[in-house]
């Protein structure tokens, strides 16, 4: 258990920590109302939190490992080094808009600061909840650097191999 734990990465972790937490939240929730007759309505806000925190969380996972959804079925048949670029073109445009969700999120999350919406059930300043918006997004920005700088390493050394070879 603990070697599956030293190779995730933080954001890996945060994403399973946080849905387990949904999980044990909405099973509470229901076994609280089903069997005891017990509602407890901020379960379900605390949940819904987690649960968007996890997905993205999950987003950075995804960039992370250079997952995320593409339509690669020509950039595959492309040579290798045309497809660094692709690759590398299209994170350059994912990156400007991270940019543009990063700068106006933060805005907006000043503006909820001065101006804070408090959640009815639990009592929290949503500002917590609505952090994630940038936060994730610039968490993906560095991760999307950092894949295609992995992946301009793997050509350079598939290339250095090639010459010794």
């Known amino acids: 258990m603990l070697n599956l734990i030293k190779t995730k990465t933080i954001e890996e972790l945060i994403c399973g920590t946080l849905m387990t937490i949904v999980l044990v939240l909405l099973s509470f929730q229901v076994v609280s109302r089903y069997v005891f007759g017990a509602n407890y309505s901020w379960v379900e806000e605390v949940s819904r939190f987690a649960f968007v925190w996890s997905v993205y969380f999950g987003f950075v996972v995804a960039a992370e490992k250079d997952r995320h959804i593409r339509v690669s079925v020509v950039v595959m048949m492309m040579p290798l080094l045309w497809q660094r670029i692709v690759l590398t073109f299209a994170d350059a445009v994912w990156l400007v808009f991270n940019g543009i969700v990063v700068w106006y999120g933060t805005i907006y999350i000043a503006d909820m600061f001065e101006f804070p919406m408090i959640s009815q059930t639990t009592g929290i300043n949503l500002v917590w909840v ?36």
Do not use: C
């Open 130 to 165: 609505q952090l994630i918006v940038p936060l994730g997004f610039f968490l993906m920005s560095l991760r999307i650097i950092h894949a295609a700088v992995r992946r301009w390493h793997e050509i350079s050394a598939v290339h250095d191999s090639r010459l010794e070879g």
